[in-house]
């Protein structure tokens, strides 16, 4: 059997991308940007799940993003991105952000920031294709998956409660 019906190993999408922070990332407040780091979440995911689906791969919608420690200029930021779980055509990737301080250096990067995104496989004509389904091989993986699962039955089930809201508008 191929890969393709067989399953990719969840270690195979994973990715790192790292950037120093620099002045033109800043908000009025002389922090990094959130929206920054938004696009930067979106694009090491972006990675991950082209990796997955072995093709182009397009954000559909994002879960949840978390902010946990503010991050300066001159921190070196690093995204770590991996598909947890995998539909027909979409998949659930998670990232993670932490920061290097630049003035301290040796230390341990601190957890900055959180993210689950949906990707969609596309053809060239943008239409969704199928990916191969992930195989999971350790316990955090196994966690990781069913962590994903109960994100998409929400989310299934709150847009399903606003459609029915606005039918009794
Ligand atoms: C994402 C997109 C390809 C889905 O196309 P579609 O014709 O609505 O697809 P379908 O309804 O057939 O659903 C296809 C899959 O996408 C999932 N999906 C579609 N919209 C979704 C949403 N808002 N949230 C989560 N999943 C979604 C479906 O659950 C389905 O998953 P499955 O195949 O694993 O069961 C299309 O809406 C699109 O191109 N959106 C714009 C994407 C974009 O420009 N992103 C920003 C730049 S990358």
Redesign the pocket.
């Known amino acids: 059997m191929d890969e393709q019906h067989q399953g990719r190993p969840i270690a195979d999408s994973r990715v790192t991308l790292s950037k120093i922070m620099t002045a033109v990332d800043v908000n009025l407040y002389g922090t990094v940007h959130g929206g920054v780091l938004m696009k930067f979440v979106d694009d090491v995911a972006?990675a991950a799940a082209a990796r997955h689906s072995g093709g182009t791969a397009?954000?559909?919608?994002i879960d949840e993003i978390v902010f946990i420690e503010p991050v300066r200029v001159g921190d070196l930021v690093h995204a770590y991105a991996q598909v947890n779980w995998?539909?027909?055509?979409?998949m659930e990737v998670g990232v993670k952000l932490a920061a290097e301080r630049w003035d301290e250096v040796g230390g341990t990067p601190i957890p900055v920031a959180t993210a689950y995104l949906?990707f969609?496989a596309?053809d060239v004509a943008?239409?969704?294709r199928?990916v191969p389904p992930v195989v999971l091989t350790d316990p955090d993986d196994k966690r990781r998956f069913k962590e994903a699962l109960i994100r998409r039955d929400h989310?299934l089930a709150r847009r399903a409660a606003i459609q029915r809201a606005r039918a009794e508008q």
């Open positions: 972006g397009v954000t559909a919608a995998t539909g027909n055509s979409s949906v969609v596309v943008g239409k969704p199928s989310r």
